[in-house]
């Protein structure tokens, strides 16, 4: 079975500092690899998904994640973090199209201080 | 165009009680996917709907039910209401089963159940 492993509950940041989410997954093959953001209230919006190509990929609000095969491993970045980046942080796995069973990680809370 | 979107936002019922769920897709989509977020977790595949059929079905007991109609809309159903089922209940839409990159999250239902 697939797995998503976020190990970081919450993460807290100073406005303006760099950010980094940690992301890893447990599967055979490479699966669809996705993230999504949770704010208070609002549903989840996909910041941005890897399916194959560039292992560096770019996303909404200047976020972006790498996939290294290796390490089984897709962390999300942004250079400089905004007072409304303060969400819930959802990684995201899907073995295949077709299969419909996206598996979510637990979430890392992110908070944000001046 | 409004989005995904869900009825009611904010529900309580007592346990054995029966509950319905309603979603409306993002206009143009016509595949359904319910997910049931308990508090502190990521968000759990129920069951996905297409061409009113459902599709794809995630470990949850019978008790959860659901339908989709004609025009795209989707109910989800829990008979015999448990303490656990208390969770943020989440519809997804998208054209297509496989459009992942263009999957949709509706805000959520709260449920509670006492």
């Known amino acids: 079975a697939q797995s998503v492993t976020q190990p970081d509950i919450h993460i807290t940041v100073s406005e303006g500092a760099s950010l980094e989410l940690r992301c890893n997954y447990s599967y055979g093959a490479t699966p669809y690899l996705f993230w999504y953001v949770q704010s208070p209230g609002q549903g989840l919006q996909l910041l941005l998904k890897?399916?194959?190509?560039?292992?560096l990929v770019q996303g909404i609000k200047g976020f972006e994640a790498e996939f290294k095969r290796s390490q089984s491993s897709f962390n999300l970045r942004k250079p400089s973090v905004h007072w409304s980046d303060a969400a819930e942080y959802f990684c995201a796995v899907l073995r295949g199209f077709g299969n419909e069973k996206l598996t979510f990680g637990t979430g890392t809370r992110l908070t944000i201080i001046p | 165009d409004a989005g995904v979107t869900q009825s009611p936002t904010h529900l309580i019922k007592t346990r054995g009680q029966q509950v319905t769920l309603r979603c409306s897709p993002k206009?143009?989509?016509?595949?359904v996917s319910w997910y049931q977020q308990a508090l502190g977790q990521g968000p759990q595949f129920i069951f996905q709907?297409?061409?009113?059929?459902?599709?794809q079905r995630g470990n949850f007991p019978d008790r959860f039910s659901g339908h989709q109609f004609p025009n795209y809309s989707s109910e989800l159903n829990v008979n015999a209401l448990l303490l656990g089922d208390s969770a943020l209940y989440l519809c997804?839409?998208?054209?297509?089963?496989?459009?992942?990159?263009?999957?949709?999250f509706g805000p959520g239902t709260r449920l509670t159940v006492l």
């Open positions: 709907y297409y061409e009113e059929e459902e599709r």
């Open positions: 206009s143009g989509h016509d595949t």
């Open positions: 890897y399916f194959s190509g560039d292992t």
């Open positions: 997804a839409s998208r054209w297509g089963p496989e459009r992942y990159d263009e999957q949709f």
